[in-house]
């Protein structure tokens, strides 16, 4: 959008990164709950680990990658790449159960390793 109206760039992107910390700040949190909830406690430092692995470790991968494309393609294609990969990403909590869960589950039936 900052792309296509640039006079509006500032504004719209002040807006935007608001709005995506926003959402951030509330998807981490409710995520780790329902980790903390669902997980048994001798696994959770496993889990935990694990995600931050799969999460974090992505992080320079992409950075290499977006700087690669936005070099080669151009900064605005590589950003409406950006943003199809982050509605592509978040697609699968959005059309999950979550949205309408009104009560967190407390464990699973079954533990085991």
Not at 8 to 18: C, E, K
Not at 22 to 47: A, H, K, S, W
Not at 91 to 106: D, E, I, K, N
């Amino acid at each position: 959008m900052a792309a296509l109206v640039p006079r509006a760039a500032l504004p719209v992107l002040i807006v935007a990164q608001f709005i995506q910390s926003f959402l951030v700040l509330v998807y981490n949190i409710t995520q780790v709950t329902l980790r903390q909830r669902l997980c048994p406690p001798r696994l959770l430092g496993r889990m935990n680990a694990s995600i931050r692995c799969v999460v974090w470790g992505v992080m320079p991968i992409a950075s290499l990658v977006g700087g690669a494309l936005g070099g080669w393609i151009g900064i605005v294609p590589t950003l409406w790449i950006a943003f199809a990969g982050s509605i592509a990403g978040t697609s699968f909590v959005v059309f999950s159960p979550l949205l309408g869960m009104r009560t967190l589950p407390t464990g699973l039936e079954t533990e085991s390793v």
